[in-house]
């Protein structure tokens, strides 16, 4: 096997393994994006409990508005990671496509003897290498954009545990303020523990 | 690799038949391609699959430039006629593929843009290859809803798809029907189940019996020639199809 064959050999897999790593991405941010949904509701509530509260729970209230705020911006940077996920897809799909005519026409170049086909194995190598750099560029851009979501999940995290602090000044209200925070804090870490473990996936270890 | 067997020549109006890899794994069926040249121009009449690209290209470039061909011709949608379609325009941008309307929609699948398809309507058209007109004769559920045969008049040479198919065993598998009653066994359990319509049948087989065909030319197996031609035609429209068992 020449050692062209033997790279396209071993691209291919690594393409095949690609799209597994880039779906289980892509089903994780999709189990995020539900619950991103769930702390905003929770922000509201958190909100209106506040208000019921009153004075006592004035900076239980602040902390509420942040947390919806925070939950927002959440959705936002999931939409954005969800759309990088589905270029990174593409991306990678199209490169699957690209290994399979590729090996196709580097038979057919060993099979012929017509200069001209070494030419459009030589273009179809150019394609291949632009979409190679596009996949890299979307992994890049990815692998940010995951880090910016982590620590944003961070500072919500600093959040909902300010706000556990803040639910126990909370005289009569105090349980059920301290209620609500403890599920914003066990939401966020829940978040916060998936974009940990998608940081950290495969997928980002190739160039 | 495939081999190349002129099958019919007149100055530089030619049919090329494409036939045989021995090589082929046997997981895919075995597809014969057509090449017709004229003029300096070709078209690859069901170009094949995606997987038998190399053995078709390297066999076809051995007689003919590939970046001159002009045209394909999809007989129908199936993967084994035209899945290498993407492949064959890497070499041709512009090369058109002819194929019925029905499946413009379909066969972009494979590759192509909105400029490379040629519709071809139910009644059917001809279509020029440097002069030269092939006609595209209607065998709609034969056995596809939307399926053409090729008839170039000028060589008496009919592409009839699925039509006249067999599936050969080893050692049995010449290029031209020697025996047309033990050959016609390979094509019979073929016919009954992948023909749809008797009535599509027995349209088909008026409409090419006023045809002067010299070989009739399927993409399965062995050529009929000569008076095998209308011993083929009347065999098919004597048989019942459309017929499962089970």
């Known amino acids: ?23 289980r991405i892509n089903e994780e941010i999709k189990s995020v994006v539900n619950v991103a949904f769930k702390i905003n509701i ?60 590729t090996r196709l026409l580097r038979q057919a170049v060993a099979m012929s003897s017509k200069p001209e086909v070494a030419a459009v194995l030589a273009a179809r ?72 473990s998608l940081r950290h996936s495969a997928f980002f270890a190739t160039k | 690799m ?48 995606a997987e038998v690209f190399p053995a078709v290209f390297s066999a076809l470039s051995a007689e003919f430039d590939p970046s001159a061909l002009a045209a394909v011709f999809a007989s129908h949608q199936d993967p084994d006629t035209c899945s290498s379609l993407a492949l064959w325009l890497e070499f041709n941008p512009a090369m058109r ?8 929609g379909f066969i972009p699948h494979f590759g192509g843009n909105a400029d490379t398809f040629v519709s071809i309507p139910d009644e059917g058209a001809d279509i020029s290859l440097s002069g030269l007109t092939l006609r595209a004769v209607p065998a709609h559920y034969l056995h596809s809803s939307g399926n053409f045969h090729i008839y170039d008049k000028t060589a008496r040479m009919l592409f009839s798809g699925d039509v006249g198919a067999a599936l050969l065993p080893p050692g049995e598998d010449g290029l031209f029907v020697e025996h047309f009653d033990k050959h016609i066994r390979h094509a019979e359990g073929f016919h009954r189940r992948w023909m749809g319509s008797n009535e599509a049948k027995r349209r088909w087989c008026e409409r090419v019996a006023q045809l002067d065909i010299d070989m009739l030319c399927p993409q399965h197996g062995a050529i009929y020639q000569g008076e095998d031609v209308q011993r083929f035609i009347n065999w098919f429209d004597e ?8």
């Open chain 2, 2 to 49: 495939k081999t190349t067997r002129t099958i019919f020549q007149d100055g530089d109006h030619k049919w090329i038949a494409i036939v045989r890899d021995p090589e082929k794994p046997n997981h895919l069926i075995d597809t014969n391609e057509y090449l017709i040249t004229h003029g300096g121009q070709g078209m690859l009449l069901d170009p094949g699959g």
């Open chain 1, 42 to 101: 929770m922000a509201l509530n958190a909100i209106f409990l506040a208000k019921r509260a009153g004075t006592a729970a004035r900076g239980f209230g602040v902390l509420s508005n942040e947390l919806r705020v925070f939950s927002q911006d959440l959705r936002d940077c999931m939409s954005s990671l969800t759309g990088l996920v589905h270029a990174c897809v593409d991306d990678v799909s199209r490169m699957l496509q690209d290994i399979r005519h």
């Open chain 1, 1 to 23: 096997m020449t050692t062209a064959l033997v790279s396209a050999a071993r691209k291919a897999p690594q393409a095949g393994v690609d799209l597994m790593r880039i779906v």
């Open chain 1, 125 to 196: 190598e150019v394609e291949n290498e632009r979409h190679a750099q596009s996949l890299s560029g979307q992994r890049r851009q990815l692998k940010r954009a995951l880090e910016e979501a982590f620590r944003m999940v961070e500072l919500g995290g600093v959040l909902a545990k300010s706000a556990k602090i803040e639910a126990a000044y909370g005289q009569s209200f105090a349980v059920p303020l301290s209620q609500v925070s403890s599920e914003f804090d066990g939401v966020v870490e829940e978040i916060r523990v998936s974009l940990e």
């Open chain 2, 239 to 246: 048989l019942q199809v459309g017929i499962v068992n089970g």
């Open chain 2, 97 to 104: 593929c002819h194929v019925s309307w029905l499946w413009r």
